[in-house]
């Protein structure tokens, strides 16, 4: 049976001569995988290009539930993303979330809330010409709300530390070395309270973003298991400067 769903690229895979395995975030079914063949040959109607990292998508597919992989139809950049492949701060940016989603987003159930997160997203980085530095940390801080473990708030104006365990604030510092302490659990809380719009209020240095982005990552090892080292980190960080 045939299926129309939104989608997203998460993985492309070299799959014989001339065909691909994609795993693709969509809509209606979830995480999938999908065989397309033909991709490599000179008059293919669906083209490697097609499919880069945090590509959306329209996709017309088969889907039967006991299949692992399944076989798209139709597939079309919509829309079509203007300039996140070609600004090498944004394709960076977008190398380095695709690797974070990937390990992050397992399951193949329907999610249209995280999905319509990611999607939205993407669309607002294609759309930003200004004040990029923090957008890739306060994606990382708005994905947990969808993953299930967003920071506890409660005391966040007030406290002196983060416990990133136990993902709260507290007013006494965790018997762990894996917290935040003054001033990065401020410039934290400032992350948590701030939306994508106002991210160039944020006034970080570079040596504390670096700071933000490595406790956030330690932070998303704590809580998704078998989450392990992100390989882009660095390449993000030498372009982001």
């Not at 001569?17 to 490599?40: A, W």
């Not at 945090?54 to 300039?83: F, M, T």
């Not at 492949?85 to 159930?109: H, M, R, T, W």
């Given at each position: 049976?045939?299926?129309?769903?939104?989608?997203?690229?998460?993985?492309?895979?070299?799959?014989?001569?001339?065909?691909?395995?994609?795993?693709?975030?969509?809509?209606?079914?979830?995480?999938?995988?999908?065989?397309?063949?033909?991709?490599?040959?000179?008059?293919?109607?669906?083209?490697?290009?097609?499919?880069?990292?945090?590509?959306?998508?329209?996709?017309?597919?088969?889907?039967?539930?006991?299949?692992?992989?399944?076989?798209?139809?139709?597939?079309?950049?919509?829309?079509?993303?203007?300039?996140?492949?070609?600004?090498?701060?944004?394709?960076?940016?977008?190398?380095?979330?695709?690797?974070?989603?990937?390990?992050?987003?397992?399951?193949?159930?329907?999610?249209?809330?995280?999905?319509?997160?990611?999607?939205?997203?993407?669309?607002?980085?294609?759309?930003?010409?200004?004040?990029?530095?923090?957008f890739h940390l306060l994606f990382l801080i708005q994905l947990t709300r969808y993953l299930g473990f967003y920071p506890d708030l409660t005391l966040g104006a007030s406290a002196d530390y983060f416990d990133l365990k136990n993902g709260a604030f507290s007013r006494y510092k965790p018997d762990s070395v894996l917290y935040l302490s003054p001033p990065h659990n401020r410039n934290f809380y400032s992350l948590l309270t701030c939306s994508f719009e106002n991210s160039p209020q944020l006034k970080f240095s570079n040596d504390e973003r670096r700071h933000l982005l490595n406790k956030l990552l330690e932070y998303y090892s704590l809580h998704i298991e078998n989450f392990g080292n992100i390989r882009s980190q660095g390449v993000l960080e030498e372009v982001m400067g």
């Open positions: 049976m045939l299926h129309k769903t939104r989608a997203i690229v998460f993985k492309t895979t070299d799959y014989g001569e001339s065909s691909v395995i994609v795993q693709l975030f969509t809509e209606k079914f979830g995480l999938q995988s999908y065989i397309i063949n033909g991709v490599k040959k000179p008059k293919a109607k669906i083209t490697r290009n097609m499919l880069q990292p945090l590509h959306l998508l329209d996709v017309v597919v088969y889907h039967k539930n006991n299949n692992s992989v399944q076989r798209i139809a139709e597939l079309k950049n919509s829309p079509v993303l203007l300039s996140v492949p070609y600004d090498v701060i944004k394709s960076c940016i977008a190398i380095f979330l695709n690797e974070v989603l990937y390990k992050a987003i397992k399951q193949q159930g329907t999610d249209e809330s995280l999905f319509g997160f990611v999607f939205s997203s993407v669309e607002w980085l294609d759309h930003q010409n200004e004040g990029l530095a923090n």
